[in-house]
Nanobody
Framework: QVLLVESGGGLVQAGGSLRLSCAAS????????MGWFRQAPGKERELVAS????????YYADSVKGRFTISRDNAKNTMNLQMNSLKPEDTAVYYC??????????????WGQGTQVTVSS
């Protein structure tokens, strides 16, 4: 079992930056793939970025490539999402997710409660 808690959301102007963090508790954090998802009002949840358990491989949605950076620290059981050059269309609730082999299975088993990111124009 893994408990995930997101932090770092807030209100920012277009062009600004935010850094989201996900703190994990429980065993075997370093064995889990991790991901950031987001869901905007009236839209489906989408995968924004993911990172393999070892940190060796990352994925980014086309809409955030070059602007967002995902990272993890297995020693501290944390994962981060650095978001730069934010756009109003990045406004959404952002969720942290984890799971064993989740990147290849395309399925995440554990989810945080979400943190709101609002980008004003």
């Amino acid at each position: 079992q893994v408990l995930l808690v997101e932090s770092g959301g807030g209100l920012v102007q277009a062009g600004g930056s935010l850094r989201l963090s996900c703190a994990a508790s429980g065993r075997s954090f370093s064995n889990y793939d991790m991901g950031w998802f987001r869901q905007a009002p009236g839209k489906e949840r989408e995968l924004v970025a993911s990172i393999r358990y070892s940190g060796s491989s990352t994925y980014y949605a086309d809409s955030v490539k070059g602007r967002f950076t995902i990272s993890r620290d297995n020693a501290k059981n944390t994962m981060n999402l650095q978001m730069n050059s934010l756009k109003p269309e990045d406004t959404a609730v952002y969720y942290c997710a984890a799971g064993w082999n989740s990147v290849l299975r395309r399925q995440f088993d554990y989810w945080g409660q979400g943190t709101q990111v609002t980008v004003s124009s």
